[in-house]
């Protein structure tokens, strides 16, 4: 949602508060909401004016939407011809794609830009929080979906564009056996990665795209900037809308998570959890006095709560849960 400018009551505010105000909406708009669910959502409220008055706004936009029975309107969402076995997430999201219409964007949005989760649960291929999925391309191409991923697949007769949402993905492409090539493309918010012969990944954060190459090369151009990068195999590579990031070499751990894992070298605790909260709903951080420890091993991605529970075995460190949502490390205390 890059150049989009965000109010509530006609005041601006951080794009991301309003993203939590959505969540915490479908997430009691569910009828599913747990006590300490319910208790999150009020400590959230009551932790920073901007929560509250996101929260405010986004309560009154929607009031129609938040009569209507939530078991029927999930119901109804998941009937009809595509209709498959769906998620919660995914029946929230696209509670809250309805909590949205009718508004000039979503929060006072540019109504080009669609808010992420929007985009997401309207994508063609998606995964929710700790889900991955590997699936066929329509050329033979295989595609891996990380946690909390989302892109829209746009073949035509003179290319072939995998335009990624939200997240990360890992592409294996296929070769062309047609009469004429078409060029495999990535496209994010922030440029286009080609591929040249390629196993690659390809992972968009809100400021910057990051690729990752296996086999083959892929040639980066920013949406904005001048010039290209070749990122060849072993070797990772980014860019900004304007400007190109440095290469710079990588080992296969970086796509561990295709095998369910995560496999961390002396990284620090932020860095550490910042990646387990990619798998994990809910809140998930350290205190600034712990932030710089550092952590190494093989890390299961389908059991984080264990790996959570575990940090104290290695680190002089407590885990506070304050709900099942809500995981805070603190440097240990004396006992």
């Known amino acids: 949602m890059r150049g989009a400018t965000v109010y509530a009551h006609g005041q601006p505010i951080d794009l991301a508060i309003a993203m939590q105000a959505a969540e915490w909406l479908t997430t009691l708009m569910s009828g599913e909401a747990t006590p300490a669910e319910k208790a999150a959502w009020r400590h959230w409220r009551q932790a920073h004016p901007d929560h509250e008055r996101a929260w405010s706004h986004i309560e009154h936009v ?53 808010p992420g989760f929007v985009r997401a649960a309207l994508a063609d291929l998606s995964t929710g929080v700790g889900e991955r999925r590997e699936l066929p391309l329509p050329d033979g191409s295989r595609l891996h979906l990380n946690s909390a991923s989302a892109v829209n697949v746009r073949y035509t007769g003179t290319q072939r564009l995998l335009q990624l949402v939200q997240g990360e993905i890992f592409v294996a492409t296929a070769r062309e056996t047609g009469a004429g090539y078409r060029p495999f493309l990535v496209e994010t918010a922030h440029g286009h990665a080609q591929a040249l012969g390629t196993r690659y990944s390809v992972r968009q954060a ?130």
């Open 62 to 114: 929607s009031g129609g939407l938040r009569e209507l029975d939530a078991q029927a309107s999930r119901k109804a969402l998941l009937q009809g011809p595509m209709a498959r076995p769906a998620s919660r997430r995914k029946s929230l999201q696209l509670l809250a794609c309805l909590a949205s219409i009718g508004v000039t964007g979503w929060f006072g949005a540019r109504p080009d830009h669609a």
């Open 206 to 335: 809100d400021s910057s795209t990051t690729v990752a190459v296996e086999e083959g090369a892929v040639r980066l151009t920013p949406r904005q900037g001048d010039g290209t990068l070749l990122v060849h195999a072993g070797q990772g590579g980014g860019m900004t809308a304007q400007a190109i990031l440095p290469a710079h070499a990588v080992t296969s751990d970086i796509w561990a998570w295709r095998q369910g894992l995560l496999l961390a070298d002396a990284m620090p605790l932020r860095d550490f959890l910042h990646e387990l909260s990619r798998h994990r709903h809910g809140l998930l951080g350290c205190d600034d006095a712990v932030a710089g420890l550092r952590i190494s091993g093989v890390f299961p991605l389908a059991d984080l709560d264990a790996v959570l529970l575990s940090l104290p075995d290695s680190l002089p460190v407590d885990v506070r849960l304050r709900t099942r949502y809500w995981v805070q490390v603190e440097a240990r205390q004396q006992r």
